[in-house]
């Protein structure tokens, strides 16, 4: 294999699928895997946003393309519609991004049941059952050099042990990331890399209660050990990287985007 750059980052012909690719992390991956030559399918529940997004990509004049359409992964008949929908579309799948989610807040103590339910159905059983369901069309792109490649969407909350009121969210991403584990080691044989991002903090409709406003993401930025919020380029290079030539040996691996916040301890453990 050449290490050149170009080759190494090469995604032309390559098929994608990026769930909840109309925002956010999900739109930064799209725009990431289109600029490096994939075409990509995104859905979301709302299929007319989804379609607006693509026609907004495609007109940046990116050597792929970007096809939208709905899609629900927070139930079975949501999963399997879905999963027809693909394999209509095509009969290989080189990359599945599973980044749909959802959060939910409220103080310890009033948390509602509800809000550990939903959150938990989307972010982590939609993950699984969509992998699942698109195991056939992801084999079928498989080779010994050059697997199919699955990334999950996490977060530094699935690492770190903070609540912050979002403990649903909390808790379903470290069930993202311990499942990117087990997935990897079941997958392997199938040739399929599974892998997850970790992200910190980033602007998306999901962190917009906390970084619309200048002053408050700069507060938020200076909490971030390297002193920054995370930018769309970071998404992007880490999904190239990933499902590119270069990423092809990789597996099992929970990526820490979060400028440090995945491994922030402050202050000295003994005193001076």
């Given at each position: 294999?050449?290490?050149?750059?170009?080759?190494?980052?090469?995604?032309?012909?390559?098929?994608?699928?990026?769930?909840?690719?109309?925002?956010?992390?999900?739109?930064?991956?799209?725009?990431?895997?289109?600029?490096?030559?994939?075409?990509?399918?995104?859905?979301?529940?709302?299929?007319?946003?989804?379609?607006?997004?693509?026609?907004?990509?495609?007109?940046?004049?990116?050597?792929?393309?970007?096809?939208?359409?709905?899609?629900?992964?927070?139930?079975?008949?949501?999963?399997?519609?879905?999963?027809?929908?693909?394999?209509?579309?095509?009969?290989k799948l080189h990359i599945l991004?599973?980044?749909?989610?959802?959060?939910?807040?409220?103080?310890?103590?009033?948390?509602?049941?509800?809000?550990?339910?939903?959150?938990?159905?989307?972010?982590?059983?939609?993950?699984?059952?969509?992998?699942?369901?698109?195991?056939?069309?992801?084999?079928?792109?498989?080779?010994?050099?050059?697997?199919?490649?699955?990334?999950?969407?996490?977060?530094?909350?699935?690492?770190?042990?903070?609540?912050?009121?979002?403990?649903?969210?909390?808790?379903?991403?470290?069930?993202?990331?311990?499942?990117?584990?087990?997935?990897?080691?079941?997958?392997?044989?199938?040739?399929?890399?599974?892998?997850?991002?970790?992200?910190?903090?980033?602007?998306?409709?999901?962190?917009?209660?906390?970084?619309?406003?200048?002053?408050?993401?700069?507060?938020?930025?200076?909490?971030?050990?390297?002193?920054?919020?995370?930018?769309?380029?970071?998404?992007?290079?880490?999904?190239?990287?990933?499902?590119?030539?270069?990423?092809?040996?990789?597996?099992?691996?929970?990526?820490?985007?979060?400028?440090?916040?995945?491994?922030?301890?402050?202050?000295?453990?003994?005193?001076?």
């Amino acid at each position: 294999m050449s290490l050149a750059p170009s080759t190494l980052f090469d995604l032309t012909g390559k098929v994608a699928l990026v769930t909840g690719g109309a925002s956010g992390i999900g739109r930064m991956a799209t725009e990431g895997l289109a600029a490096a030559g994939a075409r990509v399918l995104i859905a979301s529940r709302k299929g007319d946003a989804c379609a607006a997004v693509a026609e907004e990509i495609n007109a940046l004049g990116l050597p792929g393309t970007v096809e939208g359409f709905a899609g629900d992964v927070a139930s079975q008949d949501g999963v399997d519609a879905l999963a027809a929908d693909v394999a209509e579309r095509t009969d290989k799948l080189h990359i599945l991004m599973n980044n749909a989610g959802r959060t939910w807040g409220a103080p310890l103590g009033e948390f509602p049941w509800s809000g550990w339910d939903k959150v938990n159905d989307l972010n982590v059983t939609g993950m699984f059952q969509l992998t699942q369901a698109l195991l056939p069309v992801l084999t079928a792109s498989a080779t010994d050099a050059d697997p199919a490649r699955v990334v999950n969407t996490g977060s530094v909350l699935g690492d770190v042990p903070k609540g912050d009121g979002a403990y649903s969210y909390s808790v379903s991403k470290a069930a993202v990331h311990h499942m990117t584990r087990i997935l990897a080691n079941e997958l392997a044989e199938r040739r399929i890399t599974v892998n997850a991002l970790a992200p910190g903090p980033f602007k998306s409709k999901m962190t917009a209660f906390a970084l619309t406003d200048a002053d408050q993401a700069d507060r938020t930025a200076d909490r971030v050990p390297l002193g920054r919020l995370g930018e769309a380029s970071d998404i992007a290079a880490a999904m190239q990287f990933l499902c590119g030539p270069g990423g092809s040996y990789v597996t099992g691996a929970v990526l820490p985007l979060s400028g440090g916040i995945n491994v922030h301890s402050p202050g000295s453990l003994f005193a001076e």
